[in-house]
């Protein structure tokens, strides 16, 4: 009788085996999943226990395949998301650098309002000044000996002319007194004198009738003359030098602008060059980053594209699995071999201790068999214990 009842509980479990495993199949085939069709293969031949566990091994590994590859999506999403805004971010920093750039070499290099052209006209313009200082100097050099020269001849005809008029003047008051002389001497001795020749004018009386005025007269109105020459060259000498130090103040003035402003400028080209060497460096980096960014994308573009445009349909395919697996156990518990194989296991377990159980498996005396002590020795750990 005892090998009849576990021959025919032997079937009844080989039946419900195949009823699980046919179960699976189906649903394996359903959702095309490999995982349920290797479950269904060993299910028919293994024990409801080892099926079971089987069972919930794999719902455990669906739920942390679920959990992982959804992790994997929110990392995917979180990598793409923070890694565009930073080629973003990256992007707008090559075109403010560009244009830094760009506004830089203009201020360098724009061939009218550039430093580099700038300074050059500063150079050209010192060149000039200093020339146009050497060539006024020179010039006044020359006007001045020119000068010099001219009021010599002047001052020199000035004496002569004062010397000349000197010695007129005494020639002519000496031939006045003799011919007043004469002339005095002439009324108290009258005597006839011969004849004058036909030629004689005697209205000639040369320089003396007026004493030699108009000589002397010519030689002072030469005398003014050269002496208003030499005044007016005085003048022009003293204006034309006035002019020179003038000219030349206002060019020294140019000059020290110049000189401030091409330092200045010269300064100011050293630090915009350093500048735009700087912005060219961060410009090649902020490019680099950016290819490094963008290959990065490029790099987990196949995995997170995959679980992305997948994740929802292999949810629902484990959703599936799981659902075919919960079924699968509830088919198998509730059946009567099941049951009766639960029960059977369940007085295995009891070992020697089975008949003692039997009445009532929470008494005390079950237990103290169980632990393998006395009732007494159980009772006193476990005073609330029926029976004790």
């Given at each position: 009788p005892a090998s009849f009842l576990q021959l025919r509980s032997s079937k009844r479990r080989m039946a419900a085996g195949h009823r699980v495993a046919e179960l699976l199949s189906r649903r394996a085939k359903a959702v095309g999943s490999e995982r349920l069709a290797q479950l269904a293969a060993q299910a028919a031949a293994s024990p409801f226990a080892k099926v079971i566990d089987?069972?919930?091994?794999?719902?455990?590994?669906?739920?942390?395949?679920?959990?992982?590859?959804?992790?994997?999506?929110?990392?995917?999403?979180?990598?793409?998301?923070?890694?565009?805004?930073?080629?973003?971010?990256?992007?707008?920093?090559?075109?403010?650098?560009?244009?830094?750039?760009?506004?830089?070499?203009?201020?360098?290099?724009?061939?009218?309002?550039?430093?580099?052209?700038?300074?050059?006209?500063?150079?050209d313009a010192l060149a000039e000044n200093s020339q146009s200082q050497v060539t006024e100097t020179e010039e006044r050099k020359e006007e001045n000996a020119e000068y010099q020269k001219g009021i010599s001849n002047l001052s020199e005809a000035a004496t002569i002319l004062k010397r000349a008029i000197s010695v007129l003047r005494k020639y002519y008051s000496k031939i006045s007194a003799e011919i007043k002389a004469e002339a005095e001497g002439a009324s108290f001795l009258q005597r006839d004198d011969p004849a004058p020749p036909s030629t004689w004018d005697d209205k000639y009386t040369g320089q003396s009738a007026a004493g030699g005025t108009d000589a002397v007269s010519m030689l002072e109105f030469i005398l003014t003359n050269t002496q208003a020459e030499e005044k007016a060259a005085h003048d022009d000498e003293l204006a034309d030098q006035h002019s020179y130090e003038d000219s030349m103040q206002s060019l020294k003035d140019e000059e020290a602008k110049l000189q401030d402003q091409l330092a200045s400028n010269r300064k100011l080209l050293a630090e915009k060059e350093e500048e735009l060497l700087q912005k060219r460096k961060d410009l090649k980096e902020t490019e680099a980053d950016k290819k490094a960014l963008e290959d990065y994308l490029v790099e987990i573009k196949p995995g997170c594209d995959f679980i992305s445009e997948n994740l929802a349909l292999r949810d629902t395919n484990r959703a599936n699995e799981k659902l075919a697996l919960e079924n699968a156990v509830g088919l198998i518990k509730g059946t009567?071999?099941?049951?009766?194989?639960?029960?059977?296991?369940?007085?295995?377990?009891?070992?020697?201790?089975?008949?003692?159980?039997?009445?009532?498996?929470?008494?005390?005396?079950?237990?103290?068999?169980?632990?393998?002590?006395?009732?007494?020795?159980?009772?006193?750990?476990?005073?609330?214990?029926?029976?004790?």
């Open positions: 089987m069972v919930e091994s794999l719902i455990a590994k669906l739920k942390q395949e679920a959990a992982e590859e959804a992790e994997h999506k929110a990392w995917c999403d979180e990598e793409r998301k923070v890694t565009t805004a930073g080629i973003e971010k990256k992007t707008e920093l090559i075109n403010t650098l560009n244009k830094e750039i760009q506004a830089l070499e203009t201020a360098i290099e724009d061939p009218e309002t550039g430093l580099k052209a700038m300074i050059k006209a500063d150079e009567p071999a099941y049951t009766n194989a639960m029960a059977e296991a369940h007085e295995e377990s009891l070992g020697d201790c089975k008949d003692i159980c039997a009445a009532n498996e929470a008494h005390a005396e079950c237990k103290a068999c169980l632990a393998k002590v006395s009732v007494p020795g159980y009772c006193a750990g476990h005073a609330g214990t029926p029976g004790c």
